[in-house]
């Protein structure tokens, strides 16, 4: 193929990526604007002018899949010479090839799973723990391995960095983490960050391997750039050694891989690394409508992250949708809804998409697509009742009910019984990761027991226990042509005709341990790729309650101010469209530190952002908890009926020191005023 055939269909930021032949390079690219286009168009104008050998390239990216479409791309240009692989795959290699060249013997055996030595890690120092809290324990030391952080520094570094293993304590995870890189060492086996590390520490302990290495590679291309560890970022450089004929690729706003260890920072600072690198926007997204472009770029307006704005190249499309659902089962009913009307209307299902914050949110979702018989396909997860816990909880409930029988004057007590055996409480953990999943997985079947319960006019467990296999047996049902379930993580990198955003609700998006603005900023971003999976069709939604009939106290999420028009929720609270930035009576519309409009009803109250700074004397604001409680006790009632949150923050923050300044506060009434003043007068003053 004539080299300058390879730039004709590229448009002239794409060009300008494919003529850039020696590096430094990055490339911000913008989602749906054709990197991958670009850089393999890259690699292959480069063979065809003669540039690069194609044996003397490597071009690295994160999927298996990823690398696979970038081969057949360069195969189909005339370039299939060039190596196209992950860091893992491209480090394995290495390792395999030269291990026995400078230590001898084979290299250490790859483990399929962490989970079997790091069972044993927690056997030697006399933890007990679930398989929920070895598959975090797993996923945290995979995060400390590339992030450089050795066990005996772990203890030290973890609550730094906002680390933690629900249930446990760091100086417990280290002794953990210690013992498994023991075992494993014992056993002669070696996980996959080892893979990174054996292999740089090959290239910076053997000059012979480096030399080889650098020999064989001269011209490097990254994609994903915005998912590089420190440990990959350290194993670049030593494949690199010193050179800088590089391209990097990547896009700050689609970085939600940071609790892995994935830092966008080696993407944004590549320039002051590199002072005369090549710098080249892609911004014309070609993948969606003006519509959806405009909700992402709307999005992103409010973000602390460096992006593109992206330019939609398509033509007009359908409007946003938008729905605030009662509960989550109607919110799952219109969901299914749809998707029968857009099927109707042409759509195949396999481009259709439901997309959610956690795996347990999918249960809502299965349930009505069976009901009204459209086949699914659940990525990245077990459906609902094949997850593990549940499955095991489903034998308990069974087991149960053949054991007792069955005036069951409290079908929720016995399985909230059972459940607690397994680990369930009332209060979620607090620290993400399997653990939380496993929390929601166990909540919904309380919550469907308590749906059973209220719905049934004698309710048995062993009624209960059939109602779970029959959804399960009808979720079952071959799903060769479905819709895509998904979490937002597992939608990265695809794309749909219509996608729908469910679950936007505070708590959910973002997630509540989202803990501090850079986690809050990471959850904007989750969005933004789920927004950004969309080519024509795009819907948003949340629900006021979990269940039908709770108490509809959920808001919309803050992410969608300035997107979503006025709901009936902000009707009735008094307050604005999410669109306007005037005030109405005593709620504010933007956040009064740092201007940005306010999602919620609660925020409006408090009239500041949940991510900013408190205003208010947090001190004073625990006294003012803790009189609360013991009045909730006195009276038996919950705590909120005393006095909300926000009433507490805004008189920690006003300090009133007379009934006139009570009254004042949002939340204080005549009665409340009657009842509570001199109380509130004494902790305030």
């Not at 990823?66 to 060039?82: H, S």
């Not at 960050?193 to 030399?211: M, P």
Request: aromatic share 6%.
């Amino acid at each position: 193929m004539h080299a300058d055939d390879l730039l004709s269909s590229l448009d002239p930021e794409q060009r300008e990526v494919a003529t850039a032949l020696r590096g430094p390079v990055r490339v911000l690219a913008g989602a749906g604007t054709g990197k991958t286009r670009a850089i393999t168009h890259r690699i292959a104008y480069g063979v065809a002018a003669g540039v690069y050998n194609p044996m003397e390239v490597l071009a690295v990216t994160f999927t298996t899949r990823a690398a696979g479409e970038m081969r057949t791309r360069l195969r189909a240009m005339d370039a299939g010479a060039v190596q196209a692989r992950t860091f893992h795959s491209a480090a394995l290699r290495q390792v395999r090839y030269f291990w026995p060249k400078v230590y001898g013997g084979a290299p250490p055996e790859l483990t399929a799973s962490k989970i079997p030595v790091v069972a044993g890690a927690a056997r030697r120092n006399r933890v007990e723990v679930s398989q929920a809290m070895l598959r975090d324990l797993a996923s945290e030391i995979e995060w400390a391995k590339v992030s450089n952080v050795r066990p005996d520094d772990y203890e030290r570094l973890a609550p730094r960095r906002g680390r933690a293993v629900n249930g446990l304590d760091a100086a417990t995870v280290a002794r953990v983490f210690g013992s498994y890189e023991e075992l494993k060492r014992d056993q002669g086996r070696m996980d996959m960050e080892d893979v990174l590390l054996i292999g740089a520490a090959l290239l910076s302990e053997d000059d012979r391997v480096a030399a080889e290495v650098r020999r064989q590679y001269k011209w490097f291309v990254v994609d994903e750039f915005q998912d590089v560890s420190p440990i990959q970022s350290a194993l670049l450089d030593l494949w690199l050694g010193g050179r800088d004929e590089i391209c990097v690729v990547g896009d700050p706003a689609q970085t939600i891989y940071s609790f892995a260890g994935a830092q966008a920072s080696y993407l944004t600072d590549f320039p002051k690394r590199f002072p005369g690198a090549v710098n080249v926007e892609l911004t014309r997204n070609y993948r969606s409508t003006p519509q959806v472009i405009e909700a992402a770029n709307t999005l992103l307006k409010e973000s602390s992250s460096t992006s593109v704005q992206l330019r939609a190249q398509r033509g007009a499309g359908p409007d946003t949708r938008w729905r605030e659902a009662t509960d989550e089962v109607d919110e799952a009913q219109a969901v299914a809804a749809e998707i029968g009307r857009l099927r109707g209307a042409g759509v195949p299902l396999r481009e259709m998409a439901v997309l959610f914050r956690i795996n347990a949110q999918s249960e809502a979702f299965e349930e009505a697509l069976t009901a009204a018989g459209i086949p699914y396909v659940v990525r990245g997860a077990a459906r609902f009742f094949e997850r593990q816990e549940v499955r095991q909880a489903v034998a308990l409930l069974r087991g149960e009910a053949r054991a007792g029988e069955e005036a069951d004057d409290g079908l929720v007590e016995r399985v909230t019984a059972v459940l607690s055996g397994m680990g369930w409480s009332p209060e979620a953990p607090t620290a993400r990761g399997q653990a939380r999943d496993r929390w929601e997985s166990l909540q919904a079947l309380v919550s469907q027991a308590s749906d059973h319960a209220a719905s049934e006019a004698a309710p048995t467990l062993t009624g209960f226990v059939a109602e779970l296999d029959r959804r399960a047996h009808e979720q079952h049902a071959p799903v060769a042509e479905g819709v895509t379930l998904a979490t937002l993580h597992a939608a990265k990198g695809l794309e749909w005709d219509a996608v729908f955003l469910c679950g936007l609700q505070e708590g959910s998006m973002p997630i509540s341990y989202a803990d501090g603005p850079d986690a809050v900023e990471e959850e904007r971003r989750l969005l933004y790729v789920g927004i950004t999976r969309a080519r024509e069709h795009l819907w948003m939604s949340w629900a006021l309650a979990r269940n039908p009939g709770g108490q509809a106290r959920r808001k919309p999420s803050r992410f969608l101010a300035g997107l979503r028009p006025e709901s009936v929720t902000d009707r009735a609270d008094g307050g604005t469209p999410a669109k306007s930035g005037r005030r109405r009576g005593k709620k504010a519309a933007v956040c009064k530190q740092c201007q940005r409009p306010l999602a919620s009803s609660r925020e409006r109250n408090r009239g500041y952002c949940s991510d900013c700074p408190v205003p208010y004397d947090e001190e004073l604001f625990e006294s003012l908890r803790s009189w609360r409680k013991e009045q909730a006790e006195a009276q038996s009632v919950p705590a909120f009926v005393v006095f909300s949150d926000a009433t507490l923050e805004a008189l920690a923050e006003v300090k009133p020191t007379d009934r006139r300044g009570l009254q004042s506060i949002n939340g204080i009434g005549a009665a409340k005023l009657e009842r509570y003043a001199e109380d509130l007068l004494a902790i305030l003053g």
